[in-house]
């Protein structure tokens, strides 16, 4: 049974992605996007909860590093005559090169590590209340500096012409790579030291770990998978705008993980997934019957609820087990 | 373990966990005044004194938890006063906590692994620890139960194991008894005779159960209100009769 166990906890989230990958192709085209939206969310939630899920510390600002990610892929990507024409004012670095589709997520991966660590470097010796409104200046910051600093993206105007190459084959591949790292990551020593942390610091620390390093650890590494999973959502819509990734995105995916339960891997893709089927069918309940913004008014409420009724989430915040 | 060589130089100046002169004051009052303390390697010093004294304070300005106000903290011949707990537990200075601190959704097994983790064991080693542990301690047949659903004893010794599981040359025992039953002490005193014997550590045992400290120490410290009140072997001790006032009569009140 302990040998069972640690692939029961890989297995469940992968067969509930590849169920999602097959369903996308098997439905209308106006169907598909809602599922390929649904796997992407997957990807951002998962690679939020590497940080919030391990270190019991909560964070506003991981939709950050899917910002940087997803403007850094977009604009990597965009063809180089067409990027002259509509991006002037770019570094030359920026404007003068193209990347292809798998480097331009690797970049996006970098951008959000690069970022996460300048900023997890000061705030990640601060804990509950302090740590939750220092993440959130830091969404404030970056959403700031992509609205109005036009060198290094497209500003306060939507960055379009971005090759859409996430289809179902790479919404797939791509949630499996960062469930893969994020399961990985909390089986390794380093997963298990941070664990004991959200625990009970001070018990931690009497034997021998270092909170602020190994919250820091994986601050970086969500915040790469962050990236990552930006990089996945730019090519999904082949635009992107600063409001897109801002305050709207960081509740839905909050909301998914509160929903699933935040100290699993179970209830991170639990939680993407049902939370983005429903925001589906509201959306599409939207256009007929129902007024707008009935959309995040019932998430909400959702949320609310989960967190009376049943704080630990959908999953009880514990992996699949038998 | 530690090999023959490693033993013989335990008997050196470098073994020993020491607080020189230390004091502190909380909100003007002064918790420890001018108290210093010498644990060695491979003896067992008991800390008694009533409720008050600066036996918790001085176990957390020793761990790393607390900061003196003044005076030093050494660890096998290192000034360590400015280091914290987690760099301390990995220099060989272990403690368990007044009220067990067991991560409480973990199993017992998993406790006793992450605290081999923490000192940095790789994970094969960290679980081989976990089962000698865990039977040196009688909880194998609790390893897959979850923490938060121990007993009160059971905790205690889980706190025992996962201080152990450090390798440590020194560790602070702050009443590990309290909530034992009675019938278990002899068992306990025996588990910290091995400490002592078997893991070549030095133990400082904080508790009110003067019987078990009279039992296991070789030497014993006394405070009351922040300073040494008495100090020496245990039979000395018993026989004081400052200490008599100071302690027995406190805990006969109680």
């Given at each position: 049974m302990r040998r069972?166990?640690?692939?029961?906890?890989?297995?469940?989230?992968?067969?509930?992605?590849?169920?999602?990958?097959?369903?996308?192709?098997?439905?209308?085209?106006?169907?598909?996007?809602?599922?390929?939206?649904?796997?992407?969310?997957?990807?951002?939630?998962?690679?939020?909860?590497?940080?919030?899920?391990?270190?019991?510390?909560?964070?506003?600002?991981?939709?950050?590093?899917?910002?940087?990610?997803?403007?850094?892929?977009?604009?990597?990507?965009?063809?180089?005559?067409?990027?002259?024409?509509?991006?002037?004012?770019l570094f030359p670095i920026l404007r003068d090169h193209e990347l292809g589709n798998v480097e331009s997520l690797l970049v996006a991966a970098g951008v959000g590590a690069v970022l996460a660590a300048v900023v997890g470097l000061p705030l990640m010796r601060l804990s509950g209340l302090a740590a939750g409104i220092a993440t959130f200046a830091v969404l404030e910051i970056t959403n700031n500096l992509l609205r109005e600093w036009t060198a290094i993206g497209p500003g306060a105007t939507t960055l379009s012409l971005v090759p859409q190459t996430t289809g179902p084959a790479q919404a797939t591949i791509g949630a499996t790579l960062v469930v893969l790292v994020a399961w990985a990551y909390q089986r390794s020593r380093f997963g298990r030291r941070l664990r004991a942390t959200r625990e009970d610091p001070a018990a931690a620390q009497a034997v021998g770990i270092s909170v602020h390093r190994h919250r820091l650890g994986a601050f970086v590494l969500s915040g790469a998978l962050c990236g990552f999973a930006g990089g996945l959502y730019v090519h999904m819509l082949g635009s992107i705008s600063t409001g897109q990734v801002y305050l709207e995105l960081t509740f839905l995916t909050l909301a998914m993980l509160v929903v699933g339960g935040m100290t699993s891997l179970w209830g991170a893709v639990v939680g993407a997934l049902a939370v983005s089927g429903l925001d589906s069918f509201l959306a599409e309940a939207e256009r007929g019957a129902l007024p707008d913004g009935t959309r995040l008014v019932v998430v909400g409420a959702v949320m609310a609820l989960v967190l009376v009724l049943r704080p630990s989430g959908i999953t009880g915040g514990k992996e699949l087990r038998l | 373990?530690?090999?023959?060589?490693?033993?013989?130089?335990?008997?050196?100046?470098?073994?020993?966990?020491?607080?020189?002169?230390?004091?502190?004051?909380?909100?003007?009052?002064?918790?420890?005044?001018?108290?210093?303390?010498?644990?060695?390697?491979?003896?067992?010093?008991?800390?008694?004194?009533?409720?008050?004294?600066?036996?918790?304070?001085?176990?957390?300005?020793?761990?790393?938890?607390?900061?003196?106000?003044?005076?030093?903290?050494?660890?096998?011949?290192?000034?360590?006063?400015?280091?914290?707990?987690?760099?301390?537990?990995?220099?060989?200075?272990?403690?368990?906590?007044?009220h067990s601190r067991a991560f409480p959704s973990l199993s017992v097994r998993e406790n006793v692994e992450v605290a081999a983790l923490g000192i940095g064991a790789r994970p094969r080693e960290a679980a081989r620890r976990a089962d000698a542990l865990l039977e040196l301690l009688g909880l194998e047949k609790l390893a897959a139960v979850t923490a938060s659903a121990l007993s009160h004893g059971d905790e205690r010794r889980l706190g025992v194991a996962r201080?152990?599981?450090?390798?440590?040359?020194?560790?602070?025992?702050?009443?590990?008894?309290?909530?034992?039953?009675?019938?278990?002490?002899?068992?306990?005193?025996?588990?910290?005779?091995?400490?002592?014997?078997?893991?070549?550590?030095g133990v400082l045992l904080v508790d009110h159960n003067v019987a078990l400290v009279m039992d296991v120490c070789d030497r014993i410290q006394v405070l009351d209100q922040g300073r040494t009140l008495a100090e020496g072997p245990p039979g000395e001790i018993r026989a004081n009769l400052d200490v008599a006032a100071a302690y027995l009569g406190e805990s006969a009140a109680e």
């Open positions: 069972l166990a640690p692939v029961l906890e890989l297995a469940g989230p992968l067969l509930l992605i590849v169920a999602a990958g097959l369903l996308s192709t098997a439905v209308s085209r106006s169907t598909q996007i809602y599922v390929l939206h649904a796997i992407v969310a997957v990807a951002m939630v998962v690679a939020i909860y590497v940080f919030i899920g391990n270190s019991g510390v909560l964070s506003f600002g991981q939709i950050s590093f899917v910002a940087v990610g997803a403007f850094a892929a977009g604009v990597m990507t965009v063809p180089l005559l067409l990027k002259g024409a509509i991006l002037r004012d | 373990m530690s090999t023959a060589a490693e033993t013989q130089a335990g008997d050196g100046a470098g073994d020993v966990l020491r607080a020189s002169s230390v004091s502190r004051s909380f909100a003007g009052v002064r918790a420890l005044q001018d108290v210093t303390l010498e644990v060695r390697r491979h003896e067992v010093v008991g800390l008694i004194g009533p409720n008050g004294a600066g036996k918790s304070t001085l176990v957390n300005v020793l761990s790393g938890f607390d900061r003196p106000d003044d005076g030093a903290v050494e660890l096998a011949g290192r000034d360590v006063t400015g280091w914290n707990a987690s760099r301390r537990a990995r220099a060989g200075l272990a403690r368990t906590f007044q201080a152990l599981a450090t390798e440590p040359h020194f560790v602070l025992m702050d009443e590990p008894a309290a909530g034992l039953p009675e019938a278990e002490l002899p068992e306990f005193a025996a588990v910290v005779r091995s400490v002592r014997d078997e893991h070549d550590a």
